[in-house]
């Protein structure tokens, strides 16, 4: 084969690596991706945590797919330069997919996260994870690691974000200019700055 | 509806991003700068106005149950087109957008643009609201990137006349440096959280701006 796959990690490195995903390189505060869905679906905390997992689910899969189209598809043919169409057409065939499937086969999973599933096709969230992959060369166990890691970081994120936004909403009294939006991204900012006292993990 | 209006209208009363709170991810990342703001809002611009051209000139042989599936193929195209051209003749700006240049394909401005106004109406129409939409978004960007740069690096315009070359007489590459700023800059405002702090006080001011208009 003229191409080569990218090197086994060792689980100090996966374990690293998934450490980093969910915590140093949070998606949402640190890398800012998925923010639409942040702010979008973060006014419950339910449905904050429906929205997570259906993102670790979609971003899993994503993450093993997007891999084996990259590594057994593109990269043999030498058409790198598709990777942004090819991904996004492989991501947005998989959540229709999945939607399909579940509604099949898992009724009850598919009630409580199938209307969040077509958000995800546009959750920059999930692409950034399958290019991040392969621009990091990640195997294909880190790659599956790093997209679990990164949906369970988004998750973390949303959930705790929606919990402050609930209380904000009962009981908090601020200036009438930030009432609403304004001052959900200012304690966003806050939560951003508490996530920024994991950087020290990154040692490993 | 003239051109003025539909300027006025994307740049202003339903500007993508103060208004719509859509494509928050390339507003809050990618102004650290005045100078990635201005890259990041021109290339999504040329791929908002290509694509939203493309639609509706094929706006009528969409099939309309797949029609997402159509634009983005046709968003992605534009947007694999321009991460070239980037890479190809701007290296330093590709680098520093790094993965938010792909990921303009996720973009909700461009998809909603798409949807909202490109496959109703006549190809003219459709990029003259490409431009305005993308002329929107590109002052937003500016707005954050300048405050950002201004407060958390202590500079103006720091590496415009590498993106712009026949500015590199006027601008010094790294940018004026502002006096006490540059010394002690708030470096917070260039990290993640200060991208959540500035984008809150533009949006608490628009909301200060609104209601002052109302109680006149």
């Known amino acids: ?204 | 509806m003239k051109f003025s209006e539909q300027l006025k209208a994307g740049v202003i009363l339903d500007n993508p991003v103060f208004m719509q709170t859509i494509g928050l991810c390339p507003a809050l990342a990618t102004t650290t700068s005045l100078s990635n703001a201005i890259g990041m809002g021109v290339a999504a611009t040329v791929v908002l106005v290509c694509s939203n051209v493309v639609i509706s000139a094929l706006r009528k042989f969409i099939p309309d149950k797949i029609r997402i599936a159509c634009f983005i193929t046709i968003i992605a195209t534009f947007v694999t087109m321009i991460d070239l051209a980037l890479q190809a003749f701007v290296p330093a700006l590709a680098a520093s957008l790094g993965l938010f240049l792909p990921l303009i394909v996720v973009n909700c401005i461009i998809l909603g643009r798409a949807e909202a106004y490109a496959s109703k109406n006549k190809v003219l129409p459709s990029a003259l609201d490409g431009v305005c939409m993308g002329l929107g978004f590109t002052f937003a960007l500016v707005l954050m990137g300048f405050f950002r740069e201004l407060l958390g690096a202590g500079t103006i315009m720091a590496g415009l006349s590498d993106l712009l070359p026949f500015l590199s007489g006027i601008i010094p590459s790294a940018g004026f440096a502002v006096p006490g700023l540059s010394a002690n800059p708030a470096v917070m405002m260039i990290l993640p959280a200060g991208g959540f702090l500035m984008m809150g006080f533009i949006f608490a001011a628009l909301q200060k701006i609104m209601a002052g208009k109302e109680d006149k």
């Open chain 1, 1 to 204: 084969m003229a191409f080569a796959f990218p090197d086994a990690m060792s689980l100090t490195e996966v374990l690293s690596l998934a450490v980093a995903a969910v915590l140093v390189n949070n998606y949402i505060l640190v890398q800012f991706l998925g923010c639409c869905s942040f702010f979008g679906v973060s006014k419950k905390t339910d449905t904050a945590v429906g929205m997570g997992m259906a993102v670790i689910f979609v971003m899993a899969l994503a993450s093993a797919v997007s891999w084996a189209v990259w590594y057994f598809i593109l990269k043999p043919l030498g058409l790198e330069y598709m990777q942004t169409i090819a991904f996004i057409l492989v991501i947005a065939t998989l959540v229709q997919f999945v939607e399909m499937f579940m509604k099949k086969a898992m009724p009850a999973l598919y009630s409580a996260l199938g209307i969040f599933l077509p958000l995800i096709t546009t959750n920059c969230a999930v692409l950034g994870a399958a290019i991040s992959n392969i621009d990091n060369g990640y195997s294909f166990i880190g790659s599956m690691v790093y997209g679990v890691g990164a949906g369970v970081g988004y998750t973390l994120a949303i959930v705790l974000f929606a919990s402050i936004r609930e209380r904000l909403d009962a009981t908090a009294q601020c200036p009438k200019c930030f009432e609403g939006f304004p001052i959900a991204l200012i304690s966003a900012a806050l939560l951003a700055m508490s996530f920024m006292g994991f950087s020290g993990l990154s040692i490993w």
